[in-house]
């Protein structure tokens, strides 16, 4: 598709097209009951845990602990260069700046380069749907149908299914890269790894004792401080919290837009942040929400028929997503009441070929990107937003979902020491809880065990591989300065 302008012609012509009127069954079970249409089969039944802990003769917890990077580990240079292949060429200088701002800034941005890591460590073997990306600020506050907030994870562009260590110890390397960021001890690093793991083995090992029903709805809540005793925790989450009450499309719309002579509604440039696109492109991109349509819940269709596009723009996002194609879509109803949609490119997970050079089977590619990613956050988080679908523009797959659904985010690179291992048990069990959709948590529960053994392992892993982004990251500044990337910083 053609690359993003900044140019709008003076004759903009209004939009205004309403929306609505835009152009496995399971074989059968382990126990041999018959297949129900729809439901897929779950784990044979039996004693889980014991399972889990055979397990254990094969991969033995310990195992876990340290990092060496293989023979062969592509350099970083090399690393960014291809997760850049794809990429709006004018923005990658973008996205390299922001991975050079720290090594947990780097981390961020470098999913790719850590599956190649994690595809050389011990597993379990068990499965479950991957965030694929559960770095410590991939977490956050959102809201549910009705506003009120959840907590959840929240970035699920590699998700994918694949070994649950691969997410955990993922979690577990950005915290000690965040409370090194923020000045904390070694000692206070150490113990947020090793807090997220406890946190993450002792929430499987409760989701294993309870109801189906009860395991799946659990902890997305204010409940989950409590259960977490991340009480010095809750005031700067009651502070994010509410930040979030107001971070709408409402509020967004009214900072970011302005009512032309002819009564329509267009959105303000903030560039390289914000920019206005072409014509053709505004309606390739406002074309394909006909297609969108039929990939939400089909009651939300009457929703969406009270409302018709204003205006479409380019709107730079994250870190590692810098330099794909993301558009935000400015929709009004009767009453002129904004709802934006964003709508995201999706590429492969990065996590596919590691995952295959790992011996774990991957399923094929997706038929289409942008449902990989809707379904796979369905599957992950307890609430999701009921406005998500997926569609293609110009052949591209992308992912659509509410922008600024009253999200909201703790910036661990800014906790105090104290704060950091409750952001760590926090994260662990909903990392847990999870997991716990697709995986069998009594599976998990019987490998991980009571003892702290698998907590002190993925600690240590942390700790190497904290140290390990450090180099990468300087090596990164070094490729900067030699002119072989170039980095644009402070955006």
């Known amino acids: 598709m053609s690359g993003h302008g900044h140019a709008r012609s003076p004759t903009r012509r209004r939009i205004g097209v309403p929306v609505v009127g835009l152009a496995e069954q399971a074989a059968g079970t382990a126990s041999g009951r018959p297949a129900v249409p729809g439901f897929a089969p779950w784990p044979p039944q039996g004693d889980g845990k014991e399972r889990g802990r055979a397990l254990r003769r094969r991969t033995p917890r310990a195992a876990h602990g340290g990092f060496g990077a293989a023979a062969g580990r592509p350099s970083v240079a090399d690393a960014v260069v291809e997760a850049n292949a794809g990429r709006l060429e004018h923005l990658v200088p973008i996205r390299v700046g922001r991975m050079a701002a720290s090594p947990f800034s780097f981390l961020r941005g470098s999913a790719g380069l850590m599956a190649y890591d994690l595809a050389d460590t011990p597993a379990s073997g068990v499965v479950a749907q991957l965030c694929g990306d559960a770095h410590a600020a991939n977490f956050g506050l959102y809201g549910d149908p009705r506003g009120r907030l959840v907590i959840d994870i929240n970035d699920f562009d590699e998700t994918a299914p694949g070994p649950w260590e691969w997410d955990l ?9 965040a409370g090194r960021q923020a000045g904390a001890g070694e000692d206070v690093c150490r113990d947020a790894a090793f807090h997220a793991a406890a946190s993450y083995r002792r929430t499987m090992r409760r989701l294993a004792k309870l109801p189906a029903v009860d395991a799946w709805n659990a902890i997305a809540d204010e409940n989950l ?32 837009t302005a009512r032309r002579k002819d009564g329509s509604w267009r959105f303000t440039e903030a560039p390289p942040v914000l920019s206005a696109v072409p014509d053709a492109e505004a309606a390739a991109v406002a074309g394909s929400l006909a297609g969108y349509l039929s990939t939400v819940a089909p009651e939300m269709v009457p929703l969406l028929a009270r409302y018709s596009v204003q205006d479409v723009a380019f709107r730079i996002v994250g870190t590692g997503s810098v330099g794909t194609r993301a558009y935000v879509v400015l929709l009004v109803d009767l009453r002129e009441q904004p709802l934006v949609l964003q709508v995201k490119e999706a590429r492969p997970s990065v996590l596919l070929p590691h995952l295959a050079r790992a011996g774990f089977a991957v399923t094929g590619a997706a038929e289409h990107e942008g449902q990989r990613v809707v379904l796979g956050q369905r599957r992950i988080q307890v609430v999701s937003d009921v406005l998500m679908g997926w569609t ?6 992308y992912q659509v979902r509410q922008f600024r659904n009253r999200k909201g985010s703790v910036d661990p690179a800014a906790l105090l020491p104290e704060q950091l291992d409750d952001y760590g048990r926090i994260t662990g069990a909903l990392l847990a809880r ?22 002190e392992a993925l600690a240590a892993f942390a700790v190497a591989y904290a140290d390990r982004s450090e180099a990468d990251h300087a090596e990164l500044l070094a490729a900067v300065r030699a002119g072989r990337l170039p980095a644009e910083t402070g955006i």
């Open 169 to 177: 110890k993922r979690l577990a390397a950005s915290l000690v890269l």
């Open 225 to 256: 401080v409590a259960f977490t005793e991340a009480h010095d925790l809750a005031g700067v989450l009651a502070a994010v919290g509410e930040k979030a009450l107001r971070n709408t499309s409402a509020r967004f719309a009214a900072r970011s």
């Open 392 to 397: 293609s523009v110009d052949g591209l797959p």
């Open 434 to 455: 999870a997991h716990a959709h697709t995986a069998d948590a009594a599976v998990i529960a019987g490998y991980a065990g009571k003892s702290g053994e698998l907590d």
